[in-house]
């Protein structure tokens, strides 16, 4: 199991790319939740509000889940990086793979 994480220019956005993976079984659940980034682009520091995307999925999911989060992104540049679940509770594991099996 992985959670992938992405940054999103708002609420509608993240529910857009969520909604997107769970309707393809990309994953089985997500998190959304109002964030601060800041960063330098083109010689200036921002500071801007965005909605952190939290997608829980499969480790093999990945580069497909990548490529659909990239088709609907309105970023040029989206953040896209997993990070790997060592522990799970095995009931929820279950429930994770029956929800993003392929068929």
Excluded: G
């Excluded at 829980?56 to 309105?74: P, Y």
């Amino acid at each position: 199991m992985i959670i992938v994480y992405t940054t999103c220019a708002d609420q509608q956005e993240a529910d857009k790319i969520a909604n997107h993976l769970l309707l393809k079984k990309l994953c089985a659940c997500t998190n959304s939740f109002p964030i601060k980034a800041m960063y330098v682009w083109k010689e200036s520091i921002m500071k801007e509000p965005e909605v952190a995307l939290l997608i829980k999925t499969r480790k093999e999911n990945f580069n497909k889940v990548q490529e659909e989060i990239k088709k609907v992104h309105s970023y040029e540049t989206p953040a896209i990086f997993s990070v790997a679940v060592q522990d799970v509770d095995k009931i929820y594991k279950q429930w994770l793979e029956k929800e993003t099996e392929q068929e």
